[in-house]
């Protein structure tokens, strides 16, 4: 019992370290968990023979994962996104499992174990590459969804895969294997030694099993066990359902991580979706992270010292290939710029599943156990050098894209308004059809060549170029403009920009969007004329919504609306002359944040008082007078 004590304290301790330096550093939790492994392994030899059990263990994490990515999904959400499941991920799957297996039979190898080495490096690892995205917030990308589409392809592939190996399974392996499968009990099986038929039939009722028994059965359960009040029992349904998901996916041969994602999806729709998800996230992370600590403990650094030149080609040589075919795949499906460079490298590692194909293979007698020591070592260094993959995605590729764009001829202004707006985003499309739509001509000015183009193709008239440039402004006409909008997303260029043209052209009046108050207060620092944050008006809308939502007269909030823009505006001169009189970098000394929580007193007695003021006053009876007033709620009375 010690001996465990010790090992489950030494994969923590060395996740606890490493895992927020690597944060903190920009590498991702990702590879912090892999360096912590390696630290653990190969580096410092704290961990043993055990971590390969361990990793089988772990590898339950990605099932979680799969699960947990199912109930994200719809069967509507699925069944529109076929087209690039099918498209993109066969295309990948195919074309990858195709070249990979020209190339190792040019090597010498038989066409069977060519064949099985193609289908291990066409699959990607699902774990890192989808908690990578989550992390960095690349899932509603278009290279983000693209990929995901790829990686869902790739674990259903898993299933004919399994189907095939056996197949492939070479006659002098099988006759060495022949004594010692005789001793091999530890795999139980439903479907071994079965026709081919009847084992088609099992999978197909399998998969019927869980998508028709999942959302039947499991409503009544859940409602049965929520019943009972105790969140540890809701908890524990949640985990035996998965687990035994898996358990039944793995008796008939199938994936368990697309048993749970099937299941997932068919609880999409569950009023139980949300209590799921939260009851099964810290167990899935907790097992991803193991998972990774595993696949770094587990390197075989005596193999790599033996024969690096040929590990590191060979590890070079799969993600060449995987990128290549993925960027070609990118091209044709006619993915752009930063997505079609996320798409290529986010998936140009071999998976998790590979593992798992190995094995598989070593218990059916098709690959020898020197290639599948090999090829494990290139597995797990593919997946190492994943997240350098997203760093130089990040670093490298995305700031040349950038400076690409920005070297972008500017277009020739030939409309010249009295309205220059700097950023056609969510923001500044609102400004510009307020303008239009009163017949004031805009210039509309953004350095994001995508944007411009698709506000050119709904018919809104825009020009690609630096609003922050003097030589883009004077072509924009800045010397007869009596108005300019900032609304860039830059909270550096966009007090700058306000600082210029309130100092070269100091009769145009600025109004600039600000992130929040204190952004708001270094704009007007800066000379902006007039400055309102993006959320304020519609968080303070929102607010009066839920107020008439839970009952309150539209008047009373309307005069509640009133007093709070009353107080705000009141006391902004009050706020911004201590943020600006304070020294200090942070500006927020006590004189502040005592001046900050009297305007929070403020608008709380002010409410009150309007609260008690209503209940003093007749109630409205209502009718046709209370409808004509309803429309005029915005206002005050």
């Known amino acids: 019992m010690t001996q465990y004590f010790l090992q489950a304290f030494i994969y923590l301790i060395a996740a606890v370290i490493a895992v927020p330096v690597a944060k903190r550093l920009g590498l991702g939790s990702v590879l912090g968990y892999l360096i912590a492994g390696v630290f653990i392994g190969p580096v410092l030899h704290l961990v043993g023979n055990e971590t390969t059990t361990i990793q089988h263990f772990a590898e339950f994490g990605v099932v979680m994962m799969l699960f947990l990515v199912g109930l ?20 990948q799957v195919g074309f990858t499992a195709l070249f990979i297996c020209a190339i190792t039979s040019a090597l010498g190898q038989p066409l069977s174990v060519a064949l099985v080495v193609g289908l291990i490096f066409a699959l990607s690892s699902t774990a890192i590459v989808l908690q990578t995205f989550q992390e960095k917030g690349l899932q509603q990308t278009e290279g983000g969804k693209n990929a995901f589409s790829v990686l869902l392809f790739q674990d259903i592939a898993v299933i004919p895969m399994l189907a095939i190996i056996p197949l492939l399974a070479l006659p002098e392996l099988a006759a060495m294997a022949q004594e010692s499968s005789a001793h091999d009990g530890d795999n139980i099986s439903l479907v071994k030694g079965l026709p081919g038929w009847l084992y088609g039939l099992i999978i197909i009722g399998s998969v019927a099993l869980v998508t028709v028994g999942g959302h039947y059965l499991s409503r009544p359960l859940f409602k049965f066990v929520a019943s009972s009040g105790l969140r540890e029992i809701f908890t524990a349904t949640a985990l035996m359902l998965i687990i035994g998901i898996a358990a039944l996916m793995s008796l008939v041969g199938l994936s368990p991580a697309l048993g749970a994602f ?40 005596k193999a790599l010292t033996e024969s690096p030149v040929l590990i590191l080609s060979l590890t070079v040589l799969v993600m060449a290939v995987k990128a290549l075919v993925l960027y070609i795949i990118a091209r044709v499906f006619n993915l752009q710029d930063g997505n079609k460079w996320l798409f290529t490298l986010s998936l140009a590692q071999a998976g998790e599943f590979g593992f798992v194909l190995l094995s598989f293979s070593a218990q059916n007698n098709v690959l020898p156990n020197e290639i599948i020591a090999t090829l494990s070592l290139v597995v797990a260094l593919s997946m190492f050098l994943t997240p350098g993959l997203f760093i130089l995605f990040d670093k490298v590729i995305l700031p040349r894209l950038e400076s690409q764009c920005n070297e972008r001829q500017a277009d020739t202004i030939d409309q010249p308004g009295s309205v220059i707006i700097a950023g056609i985003g969510r923001f500044g499309q609102i400004v510009n059809r307020l303008l239009i739509a009163n017949d004031f001509k805009t210039v509309v000015l953004d350095i994001r060549s995508e944007q411009i183009d698709a506000m050119r193709k709904i018919g809104t008239h825009a020009y690609f170029g630096d609003a922050s440039k003097p030589d883009m402004l004077h072509t924009a006409g800045i010397e007869q403009t009596s108005l300019m909008v900032v609304a860039i997303n830059n909270r550096e260029t966009a007090v700058e920009m306000v600082k210029y043209i ?28 007039f400055t309102v944050s993006e959320t304020y008006h519609s968080a303070l809308e929102l607010g009066a919504e839920a107020l008439r939502s839970l009952g309150r007269h539209h008047l009373q909030v309307a005069r509640q609306k009133a007093a709070y823009n009353r107080i705000e505006a009141k006391q902004s001169d009050t706020l911004y002359k201590a943020w600006k009189d304070d020294a200090s970098g942070e500006r927020v000394d006590n004189n502040y944040l005592k001046l900050f929580a009297q305007l929070e007193s403020l608008i709380q007695q002010a409410l009150n008082e309007d609260a008690d003021d209503k209940l003093a006053r007749p109630q409205s009876s209502g009718g046709p007078a209370s409808d004509k007033t309803k429309g005029s709620s915005d206002r005050a009375p």
């Open 72 to 91: 994200e999904l719809e069967p509507k959400a699925l069944w529109a996104m076929k087209g690039r499941l099918i498209g993109l991920g066969g295309m």
């Open 262 to 301: 099937l299941s997932g999806v068919v609880l999409a729709n569950s009023e139980f979706r949300h209590e799921l998800e939260a009851n099964i996230e810290p167990f899935k992370g907790l097992l991803l992270g193991l998972f990774f600590i595993t696949v770094g403990a587990g390197i075989d650094v």
């Open 502 to 529: 309130k100092h070269a052209h100091p009769h145009v009046r600025v109004l600039a969007r600000a992130f929040d108050r204190g952004h708001g207060y270094r704009l007007r620092q800066a000379g902006a004329d």
